[in-house]
């Protein structure tokens, strides 16, 4: 897949996350995260699903990157929550198998991680709505990989590009692609007029030190 594509992806995907509201932007105004961070930002890519038009742009485009860097793939695996609605409509593009990765093991009945049929040494891209620090992304792929799955690498919807994460990725081998991340959709909304030229400097300073921003 060449560069263009890619940014065409980026550019697209952008604009999507931005018109639906999927992401805010709050620099006067920040949320509080689940792990006490602020943020002026806020995600939540499951808004996509409502929007058939929207869905389906992003199906074909995660479609594309894997049928591009991952000729062989056997099966689709969506990590839980956020990413099993997606992650359903890639496979089905795909017509490959489906299953999908819960953060822990259920506590009652077959006390089931991963839920689905999935043969040992299968050949598995991974699903993910976003990226942050990617603990509970790479949680799901040692899941995946303590059940003889082998894993060519995972896509995600929106990355938010922190070193914490790229790191995290590179010390556990796992081969990362997104169709959007941070610094492409700032400037989009700065293209479509979403945030005012004064705040970029508020939201590239909080992507450079999030834990402690604020």
């Not at 060449?2 to 952008?14: E, L, M, R, V, W």
Request: neutral net charge; glycine residues 6%; hydrophobic residues 40%.
């Amino acid at each position: 897949m060449d560069k263009q594509h890619q940014n065409n992806f980026k550019g697209q995907t952008a604009e999507i996350l931005l018109k639906l509201e999927a992401i805010k932007l709050s620099p006067d105004n920040p949320f509080v995260w689940a792990s006490g961070w602020k943020s002026p930002i806020y995600c939540d890519n499951r808004i996509i699903l409502s929007d058939p038009f929207s869905r389906d742009l992003i199906a074909d485009n995660f479609s594309e990157i894997i049928k591009s860097k991952y000729k062989n793939a056997e099966l689709i695996a969506g990590v839980a929550t956020g990413a099993i609605g997606i992650g359903i409509l890639v496979a089905q593009k795909l017509n490959l198998p489906f299953i999908y990765v819960r953060p822990e093991a259920k506590k009652h009945g077959r006390k089931n991680q991963i839920e689905g049929k999935a043969v040992q040494n299968q050949k598995v891209v991974v699903i993910e709505d976003l990226i942050s620090t990617g603990k509970s992304s790479l949680n799901a792929v040692n899941a995946l990989r303590n059940s003889k799955l082998d894993i060519l690498g995972m896509v995600a919807i929106f990355t938010y590009g922190f070193d914490t994460s790229v790191n995290n990725f590179e010390k556990d081998l796992v081969k990362l692609d997104t169709l959007c991340d941070y610094s492409r959709l700032l400037e989009k909304a700065l293209e479509i007029d979403y945030i005012k030229e004064e705040y970029l400097e508020t939201l590239t300073e909080w992507n450079k030190d999030p834990e402690n921003w604020g």
